[in-house]
């Protein structure tokens, strides 16, 4: 298990535009040969848009684009759906760029917007883009992603409660907020867990929290 801290991920954004990004995986100037994937994921970005901030219009190739919204709405425009839509705290949403896809993300409220945005690989370049947003998904509910062989698990655990790590190859924890204890190690807002060969491991919540975990297999 390697424990990534929230200290530890690269800076980025534009913070005089409103944008502040923390990066879980080398991006940009930030290059690190042995920080470039985890399975799947090649990316966790921990986003923060003041009101009015905006990624313009940008483009994505063979990558699934997979949004969690944590605090405020984030407005979300793609060139693959044709149309604008609204993401709230508790949905998933998805964009499958495959071929090649555009999209655009802002603030359009007057309250601070931050969000988790994963990039994950999949397992076959090209195709047609897609977009996907479930609203409201519940915790019993696991989301798949088959282009890039990974399921998402979201938890949200009172103090003192506990969850079953999936049994798999590989497993991506990403704390949303609250504090978690996994074999030992406490996590806290923003910290990560990559887990080879996860098996018979549970999370304990330390406080109320909320987290992410993907469940990947090995290319």
């Known amino acids: 298990m390697r424990i990534q801290r929230a200290g530890d ?4 954004g534009d ?8 990066h879980a995986f080398s991006f940009g100037p930030h290059y690190d040969p ?3 994937r985890f399975g799947a994921v090649l990316a966790c970005n921990e986003e923060r848009l003041a009101p009015g901030a905006r990624f313009a219009e940008h483009p994505h190739r063979h990558t699934e684009i997979v949004t969690w919204v944590v605090e405020g709405e984030l407005t979300h425009h793609d060139t693959a759906a044709g149309h604008t839509t ?3 705290p508790g949905d998933v949403q998805r964009l499958s760029s495959a071929g090649g896809a555009r999209h655009e993300e802002r603030n359009d409220a007057d309250v601070p917007l931050v969000f988790v945005q994963m ?3 999949p397992l076959e370049p090209g195709g047609d883009p897609a977009y996907e947003i479930v609203r409201g998904i519940a915790d019993s509910t696991p989301y798949a992603v088959p282009e890039a062989a990974a399921m998402l698990h979201v938890r949200r655990l009172e103090q003192g409660e506990r969850t079953a790590v999936p049994d798999a190859d590989l ?3 990403h704390v949303v907020r609250g504090t978690v204890r996994l074999d030992g ?7 990560a867990a990559r887990v080879t060969d996860a098996r018979d491991l549970a ?3 330390t406080s109320d929290a909320e987290l992410l975990l993907w469940e990947m297999r090995r290319s």
Do not use: K
Not at 15 to 22: F, L, N, S, V
Not at 185 to 191: F, K, V, W
């Open 171 to 173: 497993v991506y924890a």
């Open 119 to 121: 990039w994950l690989a």
């Open 34 to 36: 042995d920080n470039l």
């Open 9 to 12: 991920r690269y800076p980025g």
């Open 86 to 88: 609204v993401v709230r």
């Open 185 to 191: 190690e406490e996590l806290a807002p923003g910290d």
């Open 15 to 22: 913070p005089a535009a409103g944008i502040e990004t923390r």
């Open 203 to 205: 999370l304990l919540a």
